[in-house]
Protein backbone atom coordinates (compact mmCIF):
# COMPACT_ATOMS: atom_id res chain seq x y z
CA UNK A 1 0.00 0.00 0.00
CA UNK A 2 0.75 3.58 -0.31
CA UNK A 3 2.06 3.57 3.38
CA UNK A 4 4.64 0.95 2.93
CA UNK A 5 5.79 2.31 -0.20
CA UNK A 6 6.64 5.24 1.55
CA UNK A 7 8.20 4.15 4.14
CA UNK A 8 10.31 1.95 2.14
CA UNK A 9 11.48 5.05 0.31
CA UNK A 10 13.00 6.69 3.00
CA UNK A 11 14.39 3.55 4.41
CA UNK A 12 16.24 3.39 0.76
CA UNK A 13 17.35 7.05 1.67
CA UNK A 14 18.54 5.81 5.31
CA UNK A 15 16.64 8.14 7.20
CA UNK A 16 15.80 6.63 10.19
CA UNK A 17 12.06 6.27 11.72
CA UNK A 18 10.02 4.95 14.28
CA UNK A 19 7.25 3.03 13.48
CA UNK A 20 4.74 2.20 15.78
CA UNK A 21 2.22 -0.38 14.14
CA UNK A 22 -0.42 -2.36 15.79
CA UNK A 23 0.18 -4.99 12.79
CA UNK A 24 2.96 -6.13 14.16
CA UNK A 25 3.86 -9.31 11.28
CA UNK A 26 3.45 -5.89 8.74
CA UNK A 27 5.60 -3.92 11.25
CA UNK A 28 8.62 -6.28 11.73
CA UNK A 29 8.79 -7.38 7.85
CA UNK A 30 9.39 -3.29 7.25
CA UNK A 31 11.53 -2.48 10.22
CA UNK A 32 15.57 -3.44 10.33
CA UNK A 33 15.31 -3.54 14.41
CA UNK A 34 12.82 -4.40 16.86
CA UNK A 35 11.81 -3.04 20.18
CA UNK A 36 10.05 -5.05 22.40
CA UNK A 37 8.62 -2.69 25.81
CA UNK A 38 6.51 -5.07 28.49
CA UNK A 39 4.66 -2.45 31.31
CA UNK A 40 7.14 0.19 30.07
CA UNK A 41 10.40 -2.04 30.41
CA UNK A 42 12.61 -3.28 27.09
CA UNK A 43 12.09 -7.01 27.15
CA UNK A 44 13.91 -7.11 23.42
CA UNK A 45 15.74 -5.36 21.65
CA UNK A 46 17.30 -6.59 18.37
CA UNK A 47 16.85 -7.40 14.45
CA UNK A 48 13.37 -7.75 13.28
CA UNK A 49 14.01 -10.49 11.80
CA UNK A 50 15.23 -12.60 14.99
CA UNK A 51 11.31 -11.44 16.38
CA UNK A 52 9.93 -12.90 13.50
CA UNK A 53 11.88 -16.52 13.83
CA UNK A 54 11.85 -16.59 17.78
CA UNK A 55 8.19 -18.41 18.27
CA UNK A 56 8.55 -17.49 22.04
CA UNK A 57 8.82 -13.63 22.01
CA UNK A 58 5.88 -13.99 18.88
CA UNK A 59 3.80 -15.89 21.54
CA UNK A 60 4.43 -14.03 24.27
CA UNK A 61 4.62 -10.60 23.64
CA UNK A 62 2.95 -10.26 19.65
CA UNK A 63 0.45 -12.59 19.78
CA UNK A 64 1.36 -14.15 16.79
Known amino acids: DE ?5 N ?3 EQGI ?3 LVE ?4 RAL ?3 DRAVI ?3 GE ?3 DGTAQEVL ?3 QLRHEYLAI
Open 3 to 7: IEKTL
Open 9 to 11: VIK
Open 16 to 18: TTI
Open 22 to 25: QNAV
Open 29 to 31: KLA
Open 37 to 39: LDT
Open 42 to 44: VVY
Open 53 to 55: DNE
